[in-house]
């Protein structure tokens, strides 16, 4: 089982960062699997959201109906129902919002709470912070590369480096975190040594 933790769980100095070993396919898929859960709950949100500003606007459901069957209240659709809530307009704001969740949270701490769970994290491979136009590039590429028949994932077994397409176009790795070793009670936790590996450079 995964252990929760973070880099800001324990110190790893700028310099360690770029000498840890990237992350296998495998952790990064697990990392995207967990994701999903924190990301039907902003889809929620959204849609919620979108909700309350389409009533707003006099936006109203129709061609649904509900009635009481016992002690249930069902709803029924006639071959003329549409959501409400469709067309490009609530598909492109689901899919700012969902890019957004990346983007926060690789800006803020390189980490995602599935990245968190396996321990990766996002790193630039030139040692620089992330900022805002390469988290935002990479979701959308990262998107991309998983959609279209999952090619950009692909390629990491495939390469030494173990970097995926949307790594090498963004100059971003993805890193494996070592393990925090148990202290004491009252003492910092350390890290487990790790043995050093050249940083990598995208190209």
């Excluded at 598909?91 to 969740?101: H, R, T, V, W, Y």
Aim: hydrophobic share 45%; net charge positive; charged share 15%.
């Amino acid at each position: 089982m995964p252990q929760f933790a973070s880099a800001g769980t324990y110190p790893v100095s700028p310099a360690e960062l770029q000498s840890l070993p990237n992350a296998s396919l495998a952790k990064r898929l697990l990392s995207t699997l967990y994701d999903v859960f924190p990301l039907f709950g902003v889809a929620f949100l959204y849609t919620a959201l979108a909700m309350v500003i389409a009533a707003q606007f006099g936006v109203e459901q129709t061609h649904l109906t509900t009635e009481q069957v016992g002690d249930n209240l069902v709803m029924r659709a006639d071959d003329q129902f549409q959501p409400a809530l469709h067309g490009a307009i609530y598909q492109l704001g689901m899919g700012i919002s969902l890019l957004a969740f990346y983007t926060f949270f690789w800006r803020r701490s390189g980490q995602t709470l599935g990245m968190q769970a396996w321990r990766i994290r996002l790193i630039r491979a030139d040692g620089r912070p992330l900022d805002v136009k390469t988290c935002l590039g990479r979701a959308v590429l990262g998107v991309l590369a998983l959609f279209l028949l999952g090619i950009g994932y692909l390629w990491i077994p495939f390469n030494k480096r173990r970097l995926a397409l949307h790594d090498l176009a963004t100059g971003t790795r993805v890193v494996q975190l070592p393990k925090p070793q148990k202290s004491r009670a009252g003492e910092a936790p350390s890290v487990a040594p790790q043995r050093e590996q050249p940083a990598d450079q995208s190209s």
